[in-house]
């Protein structure tokens, strides 16, 4: 490898790490680009990283998009679909009955999450979502409105998160203090 590729290379790195982190999942986002990130706190205390990635950097909710988190705190996969479910629920995603369906699908398709662990959430050009651990498949779940709730968490106007919200997407400081 050249001077001029190793230096590339070190640029691109250091501009684009949550591209490199997303790898395999940003191959079903068409020309992906970042179009914000954003930091949850809980009680002062950093909790998640979030970037969103979609084509040439524009989000709309009906074309692909990744949703990548950095596990800044150790998470267990139960905890995870409980606390999604719950998320689900405030933001009016549905009845008892089918967010709890959603719940028991994320757990045996969510690992356990370690400090430093990227997820990657991808809505692909279907509405499925696709989840990666890493540059690993988790599985997928492609049940109707499930892709709309999921996402709804983060980037929805219904989110416990606004100030978050409107960091991911852009629009407003990267850094949320959550409760």
């Known amino acids: 490898m050249n001077r001029r590729t190793l230096f590339i290379s070190a640029v691109s790195a250091m501009l684009l790490p949550g591209i490199a982190r997303a790898g395999a999942a940003l191959t079903f986002v068409p020309q992906p680009g970042l179009v914000g990130s954003g930091r949850l706190n809980i009680l002062a205390v950093p909790v998640l990283d979030i970037s969103l990635f979609a084509p040439q950097s524009h989000w709309r909710p009906d074309r692909p ?11 267990e996969a139960r905890r995870m679909a409980g606390h999604i479910r719950d998320e689900m629920q405030h933001i009016g995603a549905g009845d008892a009955g089918r967010l709890e369906l959603w719940k028991r699908q994320l757990e045996t398709v969510l690992p356990d999450m370690r400090r430093g662990d990227v997820l990657t959430g991808v809505r692909d050009q279907g509405g499925a979502v696709l989840f990666f ?12 409105g499930f892709s709309e709730a999921f996402f709804g968490i983060c980037l ?6 606004p100030k978050l919200r409107q960091a991911v997407l852009g629009l407003a400081s990267a850094e ?3 409760v």
């Open 65 to 75: 998009y990744a949703l990548q988190v950095t596990f800044l705190r150790d998470l």
């Open 133 to 144: 651990h890493g540059d690993r498949s988790l599985g997928h779940i492609a049940e109707n």
């Open 156 to 161: 929805g106007p219904r989110t416990s998160q």
């Open 176 to 178: 949320h203090q959550g």
